[in-house]
């Protein structure tokens, strides 16, 4: 069992940044790679970027050069640096940790406007 809690959403200008947090629970060892998506209203939940154990990392082509996930080992908290955000990354984000079975967090809620 793992619980996932997400944490640094908000309303920021275009052209901001966020610093989204995701704090792992319970057996984490069984985790070997934890990742943020996000799902925007009408839209379809997608991949924003993945980490795994060994330090790789994956992103989305429409986030590539903009966000940085990254990981904090001792505490199993996972980060997700956003900046030169745009009003197209308004969405719901949700923190999921892989392993023997898939964990969601509840979601933080980014939104872009002016």
């Not at 793992?2 to 995701?22: A, I």
Request: glycine fraction near 12%; hydrophobic fraction near 30%; aromatic fraction near 10%.
């Amino acid at each position: 069992q793992v619980q996932l809690v997400e944490s640094g959403g908000g309303l920021v200008q275009p052209g901001g940044s966020l610093r989204l947090s995701c704090a792992a629970s319970g057996s984490i060892f069984t985790i070997n790679v934890m990742g943020w998506y996000r799902q925007a209203p009408g839209k379809q939940r997608e991949l924003v970027a993945t980490i795994a154990r060994n330090g790789r990392t994956n992103y989305a082509d429409s986030v590539k050069g903009r966000f940085t996930i990254s990981s904090y080992n001792a505490n199993h908290t996972v980060y997700l640096q956003m900046n030169t955000l745009k009003p197209e990354d308004t969405a719901a984000y949700y923190c999921k940790a892989e392993g023997s079975y898939n964990y969601w967090g509840q979601g933080t809620q980014v939104t872009v406007s002016s």
